[in-house]
């Protein structure tokens, strides 16, 4: 399995986890992905993408609203 698709799929293993409202120490623990290393590729280029946010202090997944036209 090449990088790009181990990055993607611990994006959506943290998306699934962040629909309840996770802590990064907790994401880490879960993931068993070093701290610093989750928050720099992966945490923080999902909030730039707007697919998590915060919430009081931990992440949550971005619900997506679909438009009807």
Same mark, same amino acid.
Do not use: A, H, W
């Given at each position: 399995?090449?990088?790009? =698709?181990?990055?993607?799929?611990? /994006?959506? +293993?943290? $998306?699934? $986890? ?13 993931? /068993?992905? @070093?701290? @610093?290393?989750?928050?720099?590729? =992966?945490?923080?280029? $999902?909030?730039?993408?707007? /697919? &998590? /946010?915060?919430?009081?202090? +931990? =992440?949550?997944? &971005?619900? +997506?609203?679909?438009? @009807?036209?």
């Amino acid at each position: 399995m090449n990088q790009k =698709y181990k990055r993607i799929e611990i /994006e959506n +293993k943290i $998306l699934d $986890l962040c629909n309840t409202p996770k802590s990064s120490k907790e994401l880490s623990k879960l993931l /068993e992905i @070093n701290f @610093n290393t989750l928050r720099s590729k =992966y945490i923080y280029p $999902l909030l730039k993408k707007n /697919e &998590v /946010e915060r919430y009081q202090g +931990k =992440y949550k997944t &971005v619900k +997506k609203k679909i438009i @009807n036209k």
